[in-house]
């Protein structure tokens, strides 16, 4: 069965940071593309950050140069540094799993980050 969890969203002051966590099982972690996705209340959800599984990174416009995406594959976790935060990354962030081979897909159930003063 497959489990996706993010944590590490909270409430941070404008210029904070925050560490996202995504902990995945029940497929082979090693062999999908991980990404974070971000969904602001009335707005779509939009592709943040992405990593493949020979570590080549991908990033929105709006989060170059803030926000660092990472995996580690011997625990199945895929990381996203945020720093210099502002009021627009307020949103709901998602955890993402695509197949690097096919189209198979998992999502994770999302966790919250409010930047506010």
């Known amino acids: 069965q497959v489990h996706i969890v993010e944590s590490g969203g909270g409430l941070v002051q404008p210029g904070g940071s925050l560490r996202l966590s995504c902990a995945a099982s029940?497929?082979?972690?090693?062999?999908?593309?991980m990404g974070w996705f971000r969904q602001a209340p009335g707005k779509q959800r939009d592709l943040v950050a992405s990593?493949?599984?020979?570590?080549?990174?991908n990033y929105a416009d709006s989060v170059k140069g803030r926000f660092t995406i990472s995996r580690d594959n011997a625990k199945s976790t895929v990381y996203l540094q945020m720093n210099s935060l502002n009021p627009e990354d307020t949103a709901v962030y998602y955890c993402?799993?695509?197949?690097?081979?096919?189209?198979?897909?998992?999502w994770g159930q999302g966790t919250q980050v409010t930047v506010s003063s």
């Open positions: 993402n799993a695509v197949f690097a081979y096919g189209s198979q897909t998992y």
């Open positions: 990593i493949d599984n020979g570590g080549n990174t």
């Open positions: 029940g497929f082979t972690f090693s062999i999908y593309i």
